[in-house]
């Protein structure tokens, strides 16, 4: 029996290049976006000519949509067997510039939507005995960076559910994954699709020039980097189809993509999850 796989935020970027990957591989997709019969009816048409892809329609900001959403895929397919949380939005500015109403529309995508869809799906996964979760997080993994706080909180907040989970989950055999992309030229990126950035423009500028200069230097050079390393966002699509294809119980729980960071990715979370296994024996030995 083909693999069911859920995936959010599939009308462009990485969702997109996912949904048709995977509907290549031969999976059956679940590709739930918002407005697919308006903003993104042109998406959602190309994706659902695809072999084994249905669209649905879901907002990962609303409590109802996504039950509803689940509810429907349950009904029809009776599985889940894997689902990716690719929905998200991106947010600049300087921290003191973000109301925070604005800061709550950020996590109500990138850190709650993510929370919604696994109190959907956690229960049909403890019922099957297995399941996996794949979370796209961000690059800096467990670090952060200037004019990007709210938006890095949202998805350290990710990385802690991931984490978290994969104990309370272990006698289920629900494993849970991120993947650490880098910067990608992808609709995000580019500024084609609309982020939740700062809103207080009188903050802003009483920040002067000084504040403007340094953004527009960070943003320079990660853009630099990115044409340096010729970054593709296919690569985050193939991570997606390697991590479903491996073995269960073999997945990492981090899974970084980021050939700009030349392996300083890979060390951090090494050297991160080393610390760990030394706190945790002082608590637990």
Do not use: C
Not at 175 to 201: F, L
């Amino acid at each position: 029996m083909k693999k069911v796989i859920f995936i959010t935020g599939p009308s462009t970027g990485f969702g997109r290049l996912s949904a048709i990957t995977l509907s290549n591989a031969g999976y059956t997709v679940i590709a739930g976006m918002r407005e697919v019969k308006g903003k993104n009816a042109a998406p959602a048409r190309e994706l659902s000519a695809l072999p084994g892809v249905e669209v649905i329609e879901i907002d990962v900001t609303s409590d109802h949509s996504v039950k509803d959403a689940f509810t429907s895929v349950l009904s029809k397919y009776g599985t889940i067997d894997v689902l990716v949380n690719n929905a998200g939005a991106l947010g600049f500015g300087l921290l003191e510039a973000f109301s925070v109403e604005q800061v709550k529309k950020l996590f109500e995508v990138n850190f709650y939507g993510v929370i919604r869809t696994y109190q959907e799906v956690l229960p049909v996964m403890r019922k099957a005995g297995k399941g996996l979760i794949i979370n796209i997080t961000s690059g800096a993994s467990g670090h952060t960076l200037p004019f990007m706080i709210p938006y890095m909180a949202s998805k350290f907040g990710v990385e802690a559910i991931s984490e978290g989970l994969q104990d309370e989950l272990s006698e289920y055999n629900i494993e849970n994954v991120t993947i650490q992309p880098g910067v990608y030229p992808t609709e995000m990126t580019d500024g084609s699709k609309a982020g939740i950035h700062s809103d207080r423009e009188k903050i802003t500028a009483d920040y002067g020039q000084s504040a403007t200069d340094k953004f527009n230097a960070l943003g320079a050079g990660l853009y630099g980097k990115m044409a340096q390393y010729d970054m593709n966002p296919q690569v985050i699509a193939n991570g997606i189809l390697e991590l479903i294809a491996m073995e269960d119980g073999s997945r990492p729980v981090r899974f970084p993509l980021d050939a700009i960071a030349e392996g300083t990715d890979k060390e951090f979370i090494e050297a991160r999850a080393a610390n760990k296994a030394k706190w945790l024996a002082k608590y637990t030995s």
